[in-house]
Protein backbone atom coordinates (compact mmCIF):
# COMPACT_ATOMS: atom_id res chain seq x y z
CA UNK A 1 0.00 0.00 0.00
CA UNK A 2 1.44 3.69 -1.07
CA UNK A 3 1.77 5.62 1.61
CA UNK A 4 1.36 10.02 1.19
CA UNK A 5 4.29 11.68 1.15
CA UNK A 6 3.06 14.79 0.18
CA UNK A 7 1.66 17.07 -2.50
CA UNK A 8 2.41 20.57 -4.48
CA UNK A 9 -0.27 22.41 -5.51
CA UNK A 10 0.36 23.48 -9.52
CA UNK A 11 -1.82 24.54 -12.52
CA UNK A 12 -2.33 22.93 -16.08
CA UNK A 13 -1.28 24.86 -18.94
CA UNK A 14 -5.02 26.51 -19.15
CA UNK A 15 -4.47 27.90 -15.49
CA UNK A 16 -6.48 25.65 -13.76
CA UNK A 17 -5.51 24.29 -10.39
CA UNK A 18 -3.94 20.53 -10.02
CA UNK A 19 -1.44 19.18 -8.30
CA UNK A 20 1.44 16.05 -7.96
CA UNK A 21 1.57 13.91 -5.15
CA UNK A 22 4.58 12.30 -4.07
CA UNK A 23 3.63 8.34 -2.84
CA UNK A 24 6.09 5.78 -1.47
CA UNK A 25 5.17 2.29 -1.80
CA UNK A 26 7.62 -0.69 -0.93
CA UNK A 27 10.65 0.18 -1.88
CA UNK A 28 9.51 2.66 -4.56
CA UNK A 29 8.88 6.49 -4.99
CA UNK A 30 6.01 7.70 -7.48
CA UNK A 31 5.00 10.59 -8.45
CA UNK A 32 1.31 11.26 -9.27
CA UNK A 33 1.05 14.14 -12.28
CA UNK A 34 -2.38 15.46 -13.11
CA UNK A 35 -3.37 12.55 -15.61
CA UNK A 36 -3.27 13.33 -19.32
CA UNK A 37 -1.68 16.83 -18.42
CA UNK A 38 1.36 18.80 -17.89
CA UNK A 39 1.96 20.50 -14.45
CA UNK A 40 2.84 24.24 -14.45
CA UNK A 41 5.12 25.19 -11.44
CA UNK A 42 6.60 28.06 -10.28
CA UNK A 43 9.86 28.03 -8.31
CA UNK A 44 8.93 27.58 -5.00
CA UNK A 45 6.50 24.66 -6.23
CA UNK A 46 9.70 22.74 -8.07
CA UNK A 47 11.70 23.46 -4.42
CA UNK A 48 8.87 21.87 -2.86
CA UNK A 49 9.00 18.52 -5.07
CA UNK A 50 12.74 18.56 -4.58
CA UNK A 51 12.20 18.55 -1.18
CA UNK A 52 9.70 15.85 -1.29
CA UNK A 53 11.23 14.13 -3.73
CA UNK A 54 14.17 13.91 -1.19
CA UNK A 55 12.14 12.85 1.46
CA UNK A 56 10.95 10.19 -0.13
CA UNK A 57 13.79 9.01 -1.27
CA UNK A 58 15.16 8.70 1.74
CA UNK A 59 12.34 6.52 3.52
CA UNK A 60 12.83 3.75 0.86
Known amino acids: MAESQG?????DPFGRDRSMTVLVEDHRVVL???PGES????VTQ???LRQLL????DRV
Open 46 to 48: TWR
Open 39 to 42: AVMS
Open 7 to 11: WIACH
Open 32 to 34: VAP
Open 54 to 57: GQAA
